[in-house]
């Protein structure tokens, strides 16, 4: 399949979401190609994609959801995402997005595998969840169909992940409040999938209903589920601080956050979106989170 995007496209701005280097073992880039392994309505899928030079995507699929992701390509590179009406109020987003004007805002059209991630790093550091994922989706998860990378895994789905035992959750790293939600997603699983249809506030409160889904999650798996605009993961450890340095020179907590990119509604995802293509960081100092492992608790 050859689609050319009739916008300014960034591949690695509009794909960042997914990756979480190489403890994506669903989500890598080999030789040039960008690999996706997915549940999909009708199987696992493999998507791979290639951005030639002049624009077009080269796209290929293989496995039981092939033609699922084939057919979501042109809404995961961004094209349903619409920024009409967005004002830049602070010089900082002004600039950002004049500099990148290939930043859109992709949806995979399927809330699952983003959700289990999302849960896996719910209150940990990013090393913990990473290991979790990665040992989740190697142990549980499924070899990717087609010719991807060796290390390519499709993410364990619902029945997979409630079939998963206490003992084999302790291994993982992954505590009882965190495998609790998951396994509560996994029984109302076709349920939540009908966020994607409703979006925005409706979606994100069709997430909400499942006990330990809340703000934070539910956020960020929209973002990646339907390229929700609005959706800021409040809660967050760094962002609030990496909003409040960008934009006011210093940290600031999720009320005063909130208040800072409340005249950015309804598309202050964006905003945040913007800092990180320009390489906003939180500064280098001050407490860290402790590493914990479960495993030996």
């Known amino acids: 399949m050859l689609w050319r995007p009739p916008f300014p496209l960034d591949p690695g701005s509009v794909l960042r979401p997914l990756s979480r280097g190489r403890g994506s073992l669903n989500f890598q880039r080999d030789r040039g190609v ?10 696992a899928g493999t998507l791979a994609l290639l951005f030639r030079a002049n624009g077009d995507v080269e796209a290929e699929a293989w496995g039981e959801g092939a033609e699922f992701l084939l057919d979501g390509v042109p809404a995961l590179l961004g094209a349903d995402d619409d920024d009409t009406g967005f004002v830049a109020h602070h010089d900082v987003i002004a600039e950002a997005r004049h500099r990148c004007p290939g930043l859109r805002l992709g949806a995979t059209g399927r809330v699952w595998d983003s959700l289990v991630l999302a849960v896996l790093e719910q209150k940990v550091t990013s090393k913990e969840a990473l290991r979790s994922w990665s040992e989740l ?13 060796d290390r390519l895994r499709v993410p364990p789905g619902p029945i997979a992940v409630r079939s998963i035992v206490d003992w084999n959750w302790h291994r993982i790293g992954v505590d009882q409040k965190r495998r609790t939600a998951l396994v509560n997603a996994a029984r109302v699983a076709a349920h939540l999938e009908e966020a994607v249809a409703l979006k925005g506030t409706a979606g994100r409160a069709q997430l909400r209903k499942v006990p330990g889904i809340g703000v934070w999650t539910a956020s960020e798996v929209a973002q990646r589920a339907w390229g929700d605009p609005d959706a800021v993961s409040f809660g967050d450890y760094n962002i609030p601080t990496v909003v409040g340095h960008a934009l006011l020179g210093r940290k600031l907590d999720d009320e005063e ?3 800072l990119l409340a005249p950015y509604a309804p598309q202050r995802q964006r905003v945040i979106r913007y800092l990180e293509a320009v390489g906003a960081r939180k500064p280098r100092f001050g407490p860290r989170i402790e590493v914990r492992d479960y495993r030996v608790m």
């Open 137 to 149: 989706c190697r142990w549980f998860g499924t070899p990717a169909p087609g010719p991807g990378p």
């Open 257 to 259: 956050m909130a208040e």
């Open 34 to 43: 960008w690999w996706l392994a997915a549940n999909t309505p009708t199987g």
